[in-house]
């Protein structure tokens, strides 16, 4: 039990009770390899100085603000282990609620799936893990977070189509997809004094920050893209900012999309939104 006073000892300034005691099993597994249930029934007295070595690592990081995924090089989603570093976000529970509703709707199979922003590629690969004979493609400017993407697809033996693509940039449109979802950057610079430092000091910034000027500039190109790769009847998914959910609904409409949904997270707040491409009968 020496280990576990330690490590309690070292973040107690840092975390909460609950906190602690969740990176107290997540450390102790890193470091042994091991269950922690074994080190917590005392099966297990001591760490070897090399173990010691590591633990003492993890703990020097997550003191500096560190978020522990990128300590640990991975993080959870939708039920699966997903490698992360500081060049993708960290999937979120809001990101996993989008893709339940996305999971949801999908009453047939063999659909053509666009994931833009893919980062870790959570949702793209957790698409076609969940969808029966979905087609998969995902796009995201970033060469590094798409090498992370790619790894995490042959992890999961997830068939996932990666493309690196800029959609401020004019582009050649070929494909056509019945559903489009985007988790886009939609924090303004003016929210950033609200943010926590492990996340303004770690994690991306290109997939967090938008100009204040222009809040909904992804979703504007997407929206645009939307209008010409989706499929008549095809569906487009986002996660939002929780303040523009009335904008973004404005938005929307005035591009020409019906049906637009705005669906609140589990803690109440307006999240996601999802819109329907009409169907154009001539």
Same mark, same amino acid.
């Given at each position: 039990?020496?280990?576990?006073?330690?490590?309690?000892?070292?973040?107690?300034?840092?975390?909460? /009770?609950?906190?602690?005691?969740?990176? /107290?099993?997540?450390?102790?597994?890193?470091?042994?390899?091991?269950?922690?249930?074994?080190?917590?029934?005392?099966?297990?007295?001591?760490?070897?100085? /090399?173990?010691?070595?590591?633990?003492?690592?993890?703990?020097?990081?997550?003191?500096?603000?560190?978020?522990?995924?990128?300590?640990?090089?991975?993080?959870?989603?939708?039920?699966?282990?997903?490698?992360?570093?500081?060049?993708?976000?960290?999937?979120?529970?809001?990101?996993?609620?989008?893709?339940?509703?996305?999971?949801?709707?999908?009453?047939?199979?063999?659909?053509?799936?666009?994931?833009?922003?893919?980062?870790?590629?959570?949702?793209?690969?957790?698409?076609?893990?969940?969808?029966?004979?979905?087609?998969?493609?995902?796009?995201?400017?970033?060469?590094?977070?798409?090498?992370?993407?790619?790894?995490?697809?042959?992890?999961?033996?997830?068939?996932?189509?990666?493309?690196?693509?800029?959609?401020?940039?004019?582009?050649?449109?070929?494909?056509?997809?019945?559903?489009?979802?985007?988790?886009?950057?939609?924090?303004?610079?003016?929210?950033?004094?609200?943010?926590?430092?492990?996340?303004?000091?770690?994690?991306?910034?290109?997939?967090?920050?938008?100009?204040?000027?222009?809040?909904?500039?992804?979703?504007?190109?997407?929206?645009?893209?939307?209008?010409?790769?989706?499929?008549?009847?095809?569906?487009?998914?986002?996660?939002?900012?929780?303040?523009?959910?009335?904008?973004? /609904?404005?938005?929307?409409?005035?591009?020409?999309?019906?049906?637009?949904?705005?669906?609140?997270?589990?803690?109440?707040?307006?999240?996601?939104?999802?819109?329907?491409?009409?169907?154009?009968?001539?």
């Amino acid at each position: 039990m020496q280990q576990i006073q330690y490590i309690r000892h070292e973040l107690s300034d840092l975390y909460t /009770t609950s906190e602690i005691s969740v990176l /107290t099993r997540i450390i102790l597994e890193e470091v042994l390899g091991e269950s922690y249930q074994l080190l917590a029934d005392d099966k297990i007295n001591h760490l070897s100085l /090399t173990e010691m070595e590591k633990m003492n690592d993890i703990l020097k990081r997550l003191k500096k603000g560190e978020p522990y995924q990128y300590v640990l090089g991975e993080a959870e989603f939708y039920g699966r282990k997903f490698k992360v570093t500081p060049d993708v976000l960290i999937p979120r529970p809001e990101t996993e609620e989008l893709v339940e509703w996305i999971v949801s709707d999908a009453n047939d199979s063999g659909s053509h799936y666009l994931d833009i922003g893919t980062g870790s590629g959570c949702i793209a690969v957790t698409l076609a893990k969940e969808i029966a004979n979905a087609q998969v493609d995902a796009w995201d400017i970033s060469e590094n977070a798409l090498a992370v993407a790619k790894e995490n697809a042959h992890g999961h033996k997830a068939q996932v189509n990666f493309s690196q693509v800029d959609i401020l940039q004019p582009m050649r449109l070929s494909n056509r997809y019945d559903i489009i979802v985007s988790n886009p950057p939609y924090i303004t610079e003016a929210e950033k004094n609200e943010m926590s430092r492990n996340v303004l000091d770690f994690e991306p910034h290109v997939a967090l920050f938008v100009p204040d000027s222009r809040p909904l500039i992804f979703y504007e190109h997407i929206a645009d893209l939307a209008r010409v790769l989706l499929n008549d009847g095809g569906r487009l998914y986002f996660e939002i900012n929780r303040e523009m959910a009335d904008a973004l /609904t404005n938005l929307l409409s005035s591009k020409g999309f019906q049906s637009v949904e705005v669906r609140n997270d589990i803690s109440g707040n307006p999240r996601m939104v999802r819109a329907l491409k009409p169907v154009i009968h001539v």
